[in-house]
């Protein structure tokens, strides 16, 4: 049901002694569905709210999605989508949202640091004899296809408008719709249904409501276009460790290349020129030689933008009649693109377990509220392999002055050059195709003991030998403070 109405816009939820859906405070679900118009209501039409809309609205349920801007999104977010992250759009029949708009096909990364190179490409492919890849585009590209996808399933209305409220019955402890303002009308509309599902990005207007955790950042992403750049290794991601954080480039059109420079906020606060300067100063020496002319150009000329990296450990859905999806529930360093592929297995998940065979009615609140609880612990694999592996290489990669974390991002680097599945399984697991967090705890265990061993080799005679074992057990230690509350964080939330 919409209404138009005028109301107060808060984020704080709008309170209504009934819905129009409810009757009965006593009873657990709605006894008249048909007086609701819609299934679902989705804030948000990003990567995580059209696909949910499409997967809902492909199982014959009614979905009301809307986006406060439906034009084309230029954003610096989301280009390279990880093997994992196709795999998800295959299974939600979405696969062609990354066709046709001029994507790169990618084969994995190139790591360069200080004049060496590893190349570490993607792991094969069981179900076809063939590597994975992924694919990097312009994010507002593939959006796009994502919501046309919508706009041509039967069961979904797209409106353009910015959500403002969520709408709750105290009585029930339930969210039962929303309070909005479509772009052409100057009054509030409502809208109520069964679900309502936040996928409002990382910027989430509507987490404080309901969640009681909080993104944390300590850098910004600082974006730019480079164009018809020479890249070392073409079809592959590069990523540049400078001497304070590290640096992202990978081609997003045949001719566009995105580059994206961590700052961290202490490095940015400490140093007293503009951002160009500090780039300039503290990034440009360490890109490698082929590509600093480029990359200085480019500088100077092409537009400059920044997003804040954050981390956002995942919560349970417990709230009646809502259910956060995409960044707005989970958010991880960006460092090794792994958002889309955590916020598309989400909906994946979702879909199977609230599907119309499994759930006929989304008013029988407490079996979608056990499905919920499936879906936290059917998720957890994979998104936890992928939060953990990017804040860990954050960490390494980010080690601007403390000794031990110098040693295991050298020991990153020299064990990729190990390569087998020193280069493949760590990359199945960037990949979002490898979805378990002790491999990763393995293989991050493995690196800090071959730093230890080949910090230990590199003394200089027996007794620096034995001076060195204290300073090995300090870079073991450095690597538990890296590892352990990550995984514990993923264990616990
Ligand atoms: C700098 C940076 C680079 C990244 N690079 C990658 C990458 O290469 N690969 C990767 O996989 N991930 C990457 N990510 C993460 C990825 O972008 C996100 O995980 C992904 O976009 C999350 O999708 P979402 O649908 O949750 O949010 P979004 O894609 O942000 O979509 C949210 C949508 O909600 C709409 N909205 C917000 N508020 C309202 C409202 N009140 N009413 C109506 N609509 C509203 C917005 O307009 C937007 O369309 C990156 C993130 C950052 C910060």
Redesign the pocket.
Known sequence: MVNTTTTTSTTEPATVALSPCEHDANISYCDNPPSCEYDVII????????ALAYAFGTDSRKVLL????LSE?D????????PG?IQALQKLGLEDCIENIEGITTRGYVVCQKGSIVNLKYPVNPATGKPFVGK?FH?GRF?SNLRKACDNVKGVTIVQ????TLIEVPLLDRVVGIT?TPTDATTTSTAFAPITVV????????RKSYLDKEPVGRSQ?Y?FIIKDCPLIAPNNGHVILSKIAPVLMYQIDPNETRV?VDVPNDARQNFPGDIKSYIREQVLPDIPESLQAKFSESLETERLRS????FLPSSMNTQDGLIY????LN?RH?LT???????LWDVVHLRNLLSKDTVESFYDTHLVLAQLSSFHWVRKSRASAINILAQALYALFSAEDDPDLKVLRQACFDYFQLGGTCITTPMGLLGGVFTSPLLLMYHFFAVVLYGMLCFLLSSAGPVAFVCNLGRAASVLWMGCKVFLPLLWTELVS
């Open positions: 804030i948000g039409a990003g990567v995580a709210g059209a809307v986006e406060r801007d999104p954003r610096i977010v989301g280009e390279l989508m990880q992250g990097s994010h959006v408008g910015s959500v403002n909005y996928a409002d990005g990382g910027a989430s207007k509507f992403f974006g994206l997003m804040p990296n954050r999806v995409g960044d707005s958010m960006p693109g792994g958002g889309m592929t955590v916020a």
